[in-house]
């Protein structure tokens, strides 16, 4: 388990989970890396809890690939791409996570990625509080986008998915 670490200023990301790792980062500070803060690919599925993402290069949290696992917690702000970034065929579990002052998206679902955003907020990004492009299809409940340039939720593309409850305002 990676607990109370600052990893910044690194030529890669702060940390990446590989392969088929699993494990758990709790209450962590991610800054000013040249990629992601936390990058998870392959089919690592972590536990992310309680991290604080921001002001790196690319995204605050990106699961690639096949990547699963589950984001509960974290603040992902003022990032330079976006906030969560899910692409590939990633499904990963969001929830409860702050995606603040990025400069594209909160959460950004590309490709085939699919998952669960649940009870995230998403605001004041430069662009949408959640965008679902490509073929991606996740599952969007209770999050509060508000405060963006663009649209709280925007579907793009063939893009698909379930959203219910969410308040864009």
């Given at each position: 388990?990676?607990?109370?670490?600052?990893?910044?200023?690194?030529?890669?990301?702060?940390?990446?989970?590989?392969?088929?790792?699993?494990?758990?980062?709790?209450?962590?500070?991610?800054?000013?890396?040249?990629?992601?803060?936390?990058?998870?690919?392959?089919?690592?599925?972590?536990?992310?809890?309680?991290?604080?993402?921001?002001?790196?290069?690319?995204?605050?949290?990106?699961?690639?690939?096949?990547?699963?696992?589950?984001?509960?917690?974290?603040?992902?702000?003022?990032?330079?791409?976006?906030?969560?970034?899910?692409?590939?065929?990633?499904?990963?579990?969001?929830?409860?996570?702050?995606?603040e002052g990025n400069?594209?998206?909160?959460?950004?679902?590309?490709?085939?990625?699919?998952?669960?955003?649940?009870?995230?907020?998403?605001?004041?990004?430069?662009?949408?509080?959640?965008?679902?492009?490509?073929?991606?299809?996740?599952?969007?409940?209770?999050?509060?986008?508000?405060?963006?340039?663009?649209?709280g939720i925007a579907?793009?593309?063939?893009?698909?998915?379930?959203?219910?409850?969410?308040?864009?305002?």
């Open positions: 388990d990676l607990q109370s670490n600052t990893c910044e200023n690194n030529e890669e990301s702060g940390i990446a989970y590989f392969d088929d790792a699993k494990g758990q980062a709790v209450g962590n500070y991610f800054r000013k890396n040249k990629k992601s803060g936390i990058e998870i690919t392959g089919t690592a599925a972590p536990t992310l809890e309680n991290n604080i993402c921001e002001g790196n290069e690319a995204a605050g949290i990106a699961y690639l690939q096949n990547a699963k696992g589950q984001a509960v917690g974290n603040q992902c702000r003022t990032n330079k791409m976006n906030g969560i970034n899910v692409q590939g065929s990633a499904a990963p579990t969001l929830e409860n996570n702050i995606c400069d594209i998206v909160g959460i950004a679902y590309l490709g085939n990625a699919t998952g669960k955003a649940s009870g995230n907020q998403c605001r004041m990004n430069n662009y949408h509080g959640i965008s679902v492009q490509g073929s991606a299809g996740p599952t969007l409940e209770n999050n509060i986008c508000e405060g963006n340039e663009q649209a579907y793009l593309g063939n893009a698909t998915g379930k959203a219910s409850g969410n308040q864009n305002r």
